[in-house]
């Protein structure tokens, strides 16, 4: 059980994404794949990656391990609660002195009570501000990035500070892409109102041989497959907004967003 | 149906980005209501949210205690805590903004006594499950309602 935990602590270790400076060259990791992505918003850009069936595993065992802990302490509460409160109902004023006030007993302890984060929290993606490789005249930043492989959407802008109202989610209508091991992907560029993270932002899909940097000394970034991706859920809480129509990829009823791609069918959302 | 007659003052309508309703014509209730719980849904955000905020918060307080003393840092805490509030006021009324025009509605401008009928603001506090479900579903009548004469926020 240890072992289990203390690999799964490792996986969460390694899936902290690395975020490339300029001058540093893009070596070849056979086990990660990267990335290369354009953004104009000052706070950067935030992918998600989906929860797999391993992601909730691991979770999972994470959740079972404190509970078990908390179940314990809960055990050991219980146990000087009840001896506390045979001390106050015997009646004594000595016993009833010496512990002050009645005990209260121990709230019991499920799973549902132990404090955990949701497991999508662990599947952001942050790629802040710096370091970046370029930047151009009107602001926008290139970034490349090692990732763990796997399916990616991407989310919004983060919000690296926790402040109110800063970054956003593509919560109700974006694009997503798969990456595998070993793989180098272009997956475009993203651009939004400067000061406005409620305004709809727009993508540009990659375009071959658009991602010729120095960094990657002589490998090509190969344009990611982008699909049209549904709606996500804003567990952040950042302000909220989307993608704008990509052409022959993304388009929306209102606010459902369509498979413009595969008939323009109402896309599920994200989870 | 919550009242939504009105005479605009001035105030009322430099008001109007705080306080708004939402309206859209051929609309059934059941739809506007599961709208309207939606965007509500995007406007609560997720606990992990709050605690990267509280943070926030914390550290800018623990700042000025360090410099101030105790007193300075409670003092300092209310204030970053009041600024909190209202920063959270402002997220909720902007994401049922977006969240709403995407689906097509209009939002429309009243005074804060009709509004605080219907209506709730999340700065400091939660509110409770029924209540915001009432208010929701009294959002919703009127979003589904007849369209306002007067107020609409272009």
């Known amino acids: 059980m240890s072992l289990l935990l203390l690999s799964l602590a490792l996986a969460h270790v390694v899936s902290a994404p690395h975020q490339y400076k300029d001058k540093e060259s893009v070596g070849v990791d056979p086990t990660m794949a990267t990335i290369v992505v354009r953004s104009n918003y000052y706070t950067g850009i935030e992918l998600f990656r989906k929860v797999e069936a391993m992601d909730r595993a691991s979770w999972d065992s994470i959740r079972q391990d404190a509970y078990a802990k908390a179940a314990k302490k809960y055990q050991r509460a219980l146990k000087t609660y009840e001896t506390d409160i045979k001390m106050w109902n015997s009646g004594s004023s000595y016993d009833r002195q010496l512990l002050r006030s009645k005990p209260v007993k121990p709230a019991e302890v499920t799973l549902d009570t132990i404090p955990m984060a949701p497991i999508e929290l662990d599947n952001y993606v942050g790629v802040g501000r710096k370091p970046f490789v370029a930047e151009d005249t009107a602001g926008m930043r290139t970034f490349i990035v090692k990732v763990v492989p796997g399916t990616y959407y991407l989310a919004g802008a983060p919000n690296p500070m926790g402040a109110i109202g800063v970054g956003t989610c593509f919560c109700m209508g974006t694009v997503g892409f798969t990456v595998r091991p070993g793989q180098l992907v272009d997956v475009g560029t993203v651009r939004g109102p400067p000061k406005d993270f409620y305004a709809p932002a727009t993508f540009t899909p990659p375009a071959a041989g658009a991602a010729a940097l120095p960094q990657l000394a002589g490998r090509v970034a190969e344009p990611a497959t982008i699909f049209a991706a549904g709606k996500m859920a804003n567990f952040k809480a950042t302000p909220v907004t989307r993608l704008n129509p990509v052409q022959g990829m993304l388009g929306y009823d209102r606010d459902v967003p369509l498979d413009v791609a595969n008939g323009g069918q109402p896309i599920p959302a994200v989870r | ?154």
Not at chain 2, 57 to 77: N, P, Y
Not at chain 2, 103 to 127: C, D
């Open chain 2, 1 to 154: 149906m919550p009242n939504i007659k009105f005479t605009p003052t001035a105030a009322d309508e430099s008001d109007y980005v705080k306080y708004f309703f939402f309206n859209r014509a051929d609309t059934d209730f059941a739809t506007a209501y599961a709208d309207i719980a939606e965007c509500d849904n995007y406007a609560r955000g997720r606990p992990a949210g709050r605690a990267g905020s509280n943070a926030v918060a914390s550290a800018v307080a623990s700042q000025f205690g360090l410099a101030g003393g105790i007193i300075g840092g409670m003092i300092a805490g209310a204030i970053v805590e009041a600024q909190m509030a209202s920063d959270r006021r402002k997220l909720r009324r902007g994401i049922m903004r977006t969240c709403m025009g995407f689906k097509g509605y209009s939002a429309f401008g009243l005074p804060k006594t009709l509004w605080s009928a219907f209506n709730f603001e999340e700065g400091s506090k939660q509110t409770e499950e029924d209540h915001r479900m009432g208010f929701l579903q009294m959002q919703a009548k009127i979003a589904s309602g007849p369209r306002p004469t007067l107020g609409e926020i272009l």
